[in-house]
């Protein structure tokens, strides 16, 4: 079951079944191989159909597609692999590495820049998303001690530059907004020169879109161009639009030039048609991605972790990534030291619930966690990951008194009573909570202390699955 509060849209629901489609039937072609003594032609032929149909049905490019099976095909018949005693072993590599082709050699986010102020101008067609990715930019430039104004060049639109304010607003950024100015290239100019005034490094420019592409959008960005010499040309594209954000790529690259490609609407597990094609298609980079509704859900494209939750192998330095920024050092230290010392309370667990739900989505979290498909799927088959049981569970923990979070021995069933009541719950959610707890202290101490002494490789696997139950048992009725 799904909370209450969490918002979802058939498309965004299709989109994450395309994406975790292309993963498993791509894993399932390397556990049809795995069965395997000896790898043969034949073996490679029948798996590779099965690839080029997984990638067809993802809306990747054909020509790409043709291209890339071709290039696995001739390194896969090579007699060395063929004659391995780990055929599937080398068929997920060389696969893993050809993927890693498709994207070219690019680290994603922004090159150094080249003048300053660094002009920023976000092209594409109406509904892309521009305008949240002119607001998400700003945050992550300032992320990088950057400092950026936004101005949109969305004249016949006003609601769209009402919207570029808001969001701008609420990111923290400033918005150059001239009363009366419905001029797309003066508004442009006139940013440029109070990007300079102010101080600000940075000019991103939201321009106009359109349902389809026309000869006077295209002279107007043109025009827009000029004036402001933008180095930085992104093209943001919906990735759910699949091989059409890529003709109207091309298209803007032609006219305008595009020096990178945003992709937006990409949730945690998004392994798009679209990402695999761009490259391929126009030789043009995919700087960021875009994965949520929230500010900070704009990260610089990585090849290699795409392709590693691809082929299900996780994607381990995009959450560690994302931990770090909502757990210091100092914290994470402390915490390690209440685990060690067998101290882990009802307050450290609330705390560590609330920064696993900063991070993002837990379908997300589990997503980049290598191994963590199965699960994911296991829980697709039978009940769904539910958010808004984290939300009963902190409900419950905020109820308790401070000593009583400090110290649950204390908890008593009179105290238990009051805790539901206070929480909106049931006694027996309650104790459930406590008796799940009781079991995580344990495993942390266990945990902790094989961590401490560097022994015990078996058992420390027995308790991160361990760990991995109580998570699910707590995210589930």
């Known amino acids: 079951m799904r909370s209450a509060g969490q918002v979802t849209t058939p498309g965004a629901d299709r989109q994450r079944e395309m994406f975790e489609a292309l993963s498993t039937r791509l894993q399932d072609v390397f556990r049809s191989l795995r069965g395997q003594p000896r790898l043969t ?14 990638l ?65 101008l976000l092209l594409g067609l109406q509904g892309s998303g521009k305008t949240t990715t002119a607001a998400k930019l700003g945050a992550w430039l300032g992320r990088q001690g950057r400092h ?44 440029l020169v109070a990007t300079k005034n102010l101080g600000y490094d940075t000019l991103i420019v939201d321009t106009a879109g359109r349902l389809h592409l026309d000869d006077e959008l295209m002279a107007e960005l043109e025009a827009i161009q000029r004036a402001v010499a933008a180095g930085d040309r992104l093209f943001v594209a919906d990735a759910m639009t ?27 597990d998004a392994r798009g048609g679209a990402a695999l094609s761009v490259v391929g298609v126009l030789g043009v980079p995919i700087a960021f991605v875009g994965s949520g509704e929230r500010v900070q859900d ?15 192998m996780g994607d381990v330095l995009s959450l560690i990534e994302k931990a770090e920024q909502v757990i210091t050092t100092e914290d994470a230290a402390r915490l390690e030291r209440k685990i060690r010392r067998d101290e882990f309370t009802l307050e450290d667990f609330r705390d560590q619930l609330r920064a696993i739900r900063k991070m993002g989505p837990l379908e997300q979290i589990l997503g980049m966690i290598p191994g963590m498909g199965a699960l994911k799927e296991l829980n697709a088959q039978r009940d769904q990951i539910d958010e808004g049981q984290l939300t009963r569970v902190e409900a419950i923990i905020n109820s308790m008194t401070p000593t009583e979070r400090r110290q649950h021995q204390m908890i008593n069933g009179s105290r238990r009573k009051r805790i539901a009541r206070g929480s909106g719950t049931s006694v027996e959610e309650v104790n459930r909570l406590l008796k799940q707890f009781v079991e995580m202290r344990k495993m942390l101490k266990v945990v902790g202390g094989m961590a401490g002494s560097g022994r015990g490789k078996k058992g420390k696997g027995k308790g991160r699955r361990q760990a991995l139950h109580n998570l699910r048992s707590m995210m589930n009725q």
């Open 148 to 191: 950026a104004l936004l101005v949109s060049t969305d004249v016949r639109r006003p609601a769209a530059i009402a919207q570029l304010s808001v969001v701008g607003t609420q990111a923290g950024l400033r918005v150059h907004d001239p009363e009366g100015e419905m001029d797309p290239v003066v508004r442009a100019s006139g940013a």
């Open 41 to 54: 032609e034949e073996s490679v032929e029948a798996a590779l159909r099965e690839i080029r149909l997984a």
């Open 298 to 312: 704009l990260e610089p494209f990585h090849p290699d972790r795409v392709v590693s939750r691809v082929l299900g």
């Open 56 to 120: 067809l049905e993802a809306d990747v490019n054909f020509r790409v597609v043709k291209a890339f099976v071709d290039r696995v095909r001739d390194r896969a018949v090579d007699q060395a692999v063929l004659r391995s005693l780990t055929p599937d072993q080398h068929v997920v590599r060389i696969v893993r590495d050809e993927m890693r082709a498709l994207f070219g050699d690019t680290t994603g986010g922004l090159p150094p820049a080249t003048s300053s102020p660094r002009v920023i």
């Open 242 to 268: 699949g091989q059409d954000a890529i003709k109207s790529a091309g298209e803007f690259n032609r006219r305008i030039g595009v020096t990178g490609v945003v992709l937006t609407k990409m949730d945690g």
